[in-house]
Structure formats: C-alpha cells, structure tokens
C-alpha cells in the first residue's frame, strides 16, 4: 500500500556543480530509504519530487534509475516509482558479503591495534550507550558504522568500509528497524565492547568469533523484526 508523497527542501541542493545534481538527489532519496523515513510501498513522483527540487525531470530520473539498480525502488513503467520491500534473500546475502570481509579484517586488527583507534572505539562505545538512553536511534547507527569502519582502519584497510556501503544497503534497512528498540541498542554496545577486548587483548580468533556473533545477530532479530512489521518485507524467512 503506497504511502503519502514525501516532502524534499531544494535547498539541501548545491548548486554549483549543476553534473551532481542526479548524485545528490540520490543520496538525498537513498538517505532517506535507509533511514526508514521512506517506507516499502511508499510512492515516489517524479514530476513532483522535479518540481520539489526545482529540477528538470532528467536528473531525477537517473537518480530513481540508480535506485533501482540496486533493489531499493521498483520503477513500474506508466504506473510509478514505489519504494521497495525488504528482501530477506538480500539481507542474507548482505551479511554474507559483510561476514566474509569483516572476519579477516577483525583478525589483522586484533594483531595491529594501537592506541589512538583504541582510544576512538573506545569513545564511541560510551556514545553509543549515551545514545541508546537518550532513544537517539539515528546517530547510535552513524557511531555503529564508525565503529566498524575503525576496524578496518585498525587492519590498514580503512577503504573497504566504504567499498562495503553499497553491499549492506538492505541489511541497513533492517538494522534501522532494530535499533527503534532502546534495549536493542543496549545489547548492540554490549557487543562492540566484547569485540574491543579481543582487539586490546590481541586476541585474533576471540575477536574473529565475536565479530561473527555480532553480525548474526540481525538474523537472531528478524524473526521478530517481520512479526512487528510484515507490510515492510517482500519474502519468507528462509528454512534453517
């Protein structure tokens, strides 16, 4: 069931590079699909959101074209552009392509960890509690993904985060769910924290064990995440 049209500010546009238009209209519908302020079935205009925008209709639809090519909208030719169900095959498969590159990476930072990123994940646990007790579910995401994306740091290989990003859009959308949860956020730091002591006490294999605890964990929840929120997901919880 599609939703009520969302609303855009054509000021969050820059201007001056008129070739990034599509780009940042992108990142701006992206953005909020991730963060769930774009629901599954909801329905996107493109002649709207181009007069929202104050754009042509080109650059808009590139950016829905984008979209769809990675499973986020579902383009129907003369009916519309409908924001796209969670996919639990793509969730499974985001957290395969997360596990198998999280591991070695978490093994390398366990042997190379040094003080100034202990410091960082070390803070960044307490902001995470910090904003778990305050309910603030959007920034406890943007600490949980600095979180990880220092231990890739710690490994030497602070890219792959990013390389990583596109992979784990759908995992995301279901992380976001999770984290509405206060005791969910609370259990999330827990975790980390585990992680941190295997990388203090360089142990490689701990770490390597708690990092794929951690990760499977999104699979622990989405039995529950689904019974909450069946409208949002396209397919069945595959047999175990």
């Known amino acids: 069931m599609a939703g ?3 609303k855009f500010d054509k000021r969050t546009l820059h201007r001056s590079d008129s070739g990034s238009i599509a780009t940042q209209i992108y990142e701006l519908v992206l953005n909020r699909i991730l963060d769930m302020d774009l629901k599954p079935f909801q329905e996107l205009s493109e002649a709207r959101l181009a007069a929202e925008f104050g754009v042509s209709r080109t650059p808009v639809r590139e950016a829905f074209g984008r979209l769809a090519r990675r499973n986020l909208v ?23 392509i997360r596990d198998s590159l999280e591991r070695p990476l978490v093994r390398l930072a366990a042997e190379k960890l040094a ?7 070390q803070r960044e646990i307490v902001m995470q509690r910090t904003f778990a007790e305050l309910g603030d579910d959007r920034n406890f995401m943007a600490s949980d993904d600095l979180f990880h994306a220092l231990i890739a740091k710690a490994a030497g290989f602070e890219a792959i985060w990013e390389d990583l990003g596109e992979a784990k859009f759908h995992m995301d959308r279901v992380r976001r769910l999770s984290l509405l949860s206060k005791d969910r956020m609370l259990v999330i730091a827990d975790e980390h924290e585990a992680i941190l002591q ?9 770490a390597e064990t708690r990092i794929e605890q951690h990760l499977e964990s999104v699979f622990r ?20």
């Open 74 to 96: 579902d383009i129907y030719p003369q009916r519309g552009t409908l924001i796209s169900p969670i996919s639990i095959q793509r969730v499974a498969k985001a957290r395969f």
């Open 115 to 121: 003080e100034p990123i202990k410091t960082q994940l």
């Open 198 to 206: 295997t990388l203090i006490a360089h142990d490689a294999k701990g």
């Open 4 to 6: 009520s049209e969302p």
């Open 221 to 240: 929840d989405l039995d529950s995440i689904r019974r909450e929120h069946p409208d949002y997901f396209a397919d069945e919880m595959p047999a175990r």
